[in-house]
């Protein structure tokens, strides 16, 4: 059974740094993939960055390349996200979330990742 938690969330100003963890149990696939979504309210759910846990080969969405870098940690079975120069519009709840399936890329749409953290929240003030 597959567990994550993630950590890290909370308020910061804009300009400001926030590093959010996710840490995963249950980890037996092959090569997974561990995204990290956000949803803001009103909003859809959107994939932030994603990377494939063997090769390390990373995803970002424009909206945050350059700003955030996403990483892991395999020997803790934890992934990270780095997040700075963080703008009022990244505030969100942000959620890990793993992709079982072996794939050469990281998928973006939040329908192909099978087991998600409980969410942690993102503030960012003016």
């Known amino acids: 059974q597959v567990q994550l938690v993630e950590s890290g969330g909370g308020l910061v100003q804009a300009g400001g740094f926030l590093r959010l963890s996710c840490a995963a149990s249950?980890?037996?696939?092959?090569?997974?993939?561990m995204g990290w979504f956000r949803q803001a309210p009103g909003k859809e759910r959107e994939i932030v960055a994603g990377?494939?846990?063997?090769?390390?080969?990373?995803y970002y969405a424009d909206s945050v390349k350059g700003r955030f870098t996403i990483s892991r940690d395999s020997a803790k079975n934890t992934a990270y996200l780095q997040m700075g120069s963080l703008k009022p519009e990244d505030t969100a709840v942000y959620y890990c979330?793993?992709?079982?399936?072996?794939?050469?890329?990281?998928?973006?749409?939040?329908?192909?990742?099978?087991?998600w953290g409980q969410g942690t929240q993102v503030t960012v003030s003016s």
């Open positions: 979330a793993v992709d079982r399936v072996t794939t050469g890329i990281v998928r973006k749409s939040g329908d192909s990742y099978d087991y």
């Open positions: 249950g980890l037996t696939f092959s090569s997974p993939t």
């Open positions: 990377i494939k846990w063997r090769s390390g080969n990373t």
